[in-house]
């Protein structure tokens, strides 16, 4: 099992680090003290799963399980300085957890359950799991998270109202933000799930517009609805999804 830690804490790190490399089977090919860094060593060692602190300045351990959030997603278990009270949340969801200081014996038991999770489930039912996690401990059960892009070695927070609209790119989708553009590897489906639906309507198989940023709807004279956002960018709405765009905007002009 590769492993790679996270924690911004260097003696928690080290202590964990020697437990783990007491363990048969078990390699810890990374450490970070930060969640953006965490991405970066994560993309590039490809570990099975990661021991991720909750409680890190900056970019914390929830921001960044939700920034992993993906196909390619290693198995997360949690390391908290929670009572158990609030550690049971964890336990609840079905990620795993462990206290400060790391007990051995816990630690036995979750890297068990992380080869079991690992020999029995696909990537696809790990990422729907983690998801779940992380709207749980953000305490949002009916809104969504926003988005962590990877740009240049950087990690930028795209939060989701600030999203004018989504477009489909083959197995990609590209979020317009303002002036910039980035494409995110998501398929158009899982896409509309994260987003909110109060905030953004699918008006086409290939577009998400957010509601409060379409500014104008019109009709050309080959029948097609046209919706024009506060960019001025043109969105075509599919004949599908014609009484979802009536919904947005009230009245219509003819090209």
Same mark, same amino acid.
């Given at each position: *099992?590769?492993?790679?830690?996270?924690?911004?804490? $260097?003696?928690?790190?080290?202590?964990?680090?020697?437990?783990?490399?007491?363990?048969?089977?078990?390699?810890?090919?990374?450490?970070?003290?930060?969640?953006?860094?965490?991405?970066?060593?994560?993309?590039?060692?490809? $570990?099975?799963?990661?021991?991720?602190?909750?409680? *890190? $300045?900056?970019?914390?351990?929830?921001?960044?399980?939700?920034?992993?959030? /993906?196909?390619?997603? $290693?198995?997360?278990?949690?390391?908290?300085?929670?009572?158990?009270?609030?550690?049971?949340?964890?336990?609840?969801?079905?990620? #795993?957890?462990?206290? /400060?200081?790391? #007990?051995?014996?816990?630690?036995?038991?979750?890297?068990? @359950?992380?080869?079991?999770?690992?020999? !029995?489930?696909?990537?696809?039912?790990?990422?729907?799991?983690?998801?779940?996690?992380?709207?749980?401990?953000?305490?949002?059960?009916?809104? /969504?998270?926003?988005?962590?892009?990877?740009?240049?070695?950087?990690?930028?927070?795209?939060?989701?109202?600030?999203?004018?609209?989504?477009?489909?790119?083959?197995?990609?989708?590209?979020?317009?933000?303002?002036?910039?553009?980035?494409?995110? @590897?998501?398929?158009?489906?899982? *896409?509309?799930?994260?987003?909110?639906?109060?905030?953004?309507?699918?008006?086409?198989? !290939?577009?998400?517009?957010?509601?409060?940023?379409?500014? *104008?709807? /019109?009709?050309?004279? !080959?029948?097609?609805?046209?919706?024009?956002?506060?960019?001025?960018?043109?969105?075509?709405?599919?004949? !599908?999804?014609e009484t979802v765009a009536q919904s947005l905007?009230?009245?219509?002009?003819?090209?």
């Amino acid at each position: *099992m590769r492993v790679v830690l996270v924690d911004d804490e $260097p003696l928690a790190r080290r202590r964990l680090e020697i437990l783990l490399n007491r363990r048969t089977g078990v390699d810890v090919v990374g450490q970070c003290g930060d969640g953006a860094t965490a991405l970066q060593v994560i993309a590039e060692e490809k $570990p099975d799963a990661v021991f991720l602190d909750i409680k *890190m $300045p900056a970019m914390d351990g929830i921001e960044t399980a939700a920034a992993l959030a /993906k196909a390619e997603a $290693p198995a997360v278990v949690f390391v908290t300085a929670y009572d158990e009270h609030g550690a049971k949340a964890f336990e609840s969801a079905a990620v #795993d957890y462990l206290l /400060k200081p790391v #007990d051995e014996r816990r630690l036995d038991e979750a890297l068990l @359950r992380v080869r079991e999770k690992l020999d !029995s489930r696909s990537a696809e039912d790990r990422v729907a799991q983690l998801e779940a996690i992380v709207s749980e401990l953000k305490g949002d059960a009916g809104g /969504k998270a926003d988005f962590w892009i990877k740009d240049r070695g950087r990690v930028i927070r795209v939060e989701q109202d600030e999203i004018e609209w989504v477009e489909a790119e083959r197995d990609y989708v590209r979020l317009h933000v303002r002036e910039r553009s980035w494409l995110v @590897r998501e398929t158009m489906h899982r *896409m509309e799930a994260k987003l909110d639906d109060g905030l953004f309507a699918r008006v086409h198989r !290939s577009a998400i517009v957010n509601r409060r940023r379409v500014r *104008m709807a /019109k009709t050309t004279r !080959s029948g097609a609805r046209i919706l024009t956002l506060t960019s001025g960018a043109e969105v075509r709405v599919g004949r !599908s999804y014609e009484t979802v765009a009536q919904s947005l905007i009230g009245g219509e002009q003819t090209a």
